[in-house]
């Protein structure tokens, strides 16, 4: 009896806390394309779980085609990169506008149109890390709370589109995680970053493998992920 191959899973982002947690996760049953930012830190990543590296400028979604159309197979692509810029709609320009978008939702957008083909023939999934700010947009969050929202919608239309094809389609919205993206928010918040209050990087990771792993008769849409009681 030959055993099916191992999922091939596209994590980008994979060079911050989820996205590192979430690919020393999956290492040892998924073969892994991860894309992140600092050459250096993603070789590294790579040569420790046997992965090949995907250098994608995600503020430029016209130039993924040369490296996208040399890949293989590709079963999931997680969305976990992301940037984040705090101030009010009064006081940010519309560089920090386009940038955000663009990064947070243009490029989850191109990088599955490119991706959808072999994501149909595996029947595999399209995850969006998304936040608490696409769910409720709060005072200096606008341009942030913008992309989300948007990336929430990007995910609510791909998943009826992509149904007939057997992909799967979930947004998972993590609540404050212990990541230096978010100590970098806290301190453009002017607060104490405070770890021990927050989920850690493995845990919204086994909820992300939970969300791609999950029995083949269920399609879980929106997962939402607080801290608990400790």
Not at 32 to 61: K, M, N, S, V
Not at 143 to 165: N, T
Not at 179 to 186: A, D, F, N
Request: proline residues 7%; aromatic residues 4%.
């Amino acid at each position: 009896m030959t055993s099916s191959p191992r999922p091939v899973t596209l994590v980008t982002g994979a060079t911050g806390g989820i996205g590192t947690a979430l690919a020393r996760a999956l290492a040892q049953t998924h073969d892994l394309i991860l894309h992140g930012r600092g050459g250096e830190r993603l070789e590294a990543l790579c040569a420790e779980l046997g992965a090949l590296p995907l250098a994608l400028d995600l503020t430029r979604p016209d130039t993924f085609a040369p490296a996208l159309s040399a890949l293989g197979r590709v079963t999931n692509v997680v969305h976990n990169a992301g940037v984040v810029e705090l101030g009010a709609v009064a006081e940010q320009e519309h560089a920090t506008w386009t940038h955000t978008l663009a990064v947070n939702v243009v490029a989850p957008a191109e990088l599955t149109r490119w991706l959808l083909p072999r994501v149909r023939e595996e029947r595999g999934a399209v995850v969006f890390v998304n936040s608490g700010a696409g769910l409720r947009a709060n005072p200096g969050w606008a341009s942030y709370a913008a992309s989300k929202f948007a990336l929430r919608a990007l995910a609510d239309a791909l998943r009826e589109e992509e149904a007939p094809h057997g992909v799967r389609v979930c947004t998972v919205y993590p609540g404050r995680t212990a990541t230096p993206m978010q100590q970098s928010v806290r301190a453009q918040e002017g607060g104490a970053y405070q770890p021990d209050a927050y989920l850690t990087p493995e845990t919204v990771a086994a909820t992300l493998r939970f969300v791609l792993e999950a029995p083949r008769d269920a399609v879980l849409t929106d997962v939402t992920v607080r801290p608990g009681v400790r």
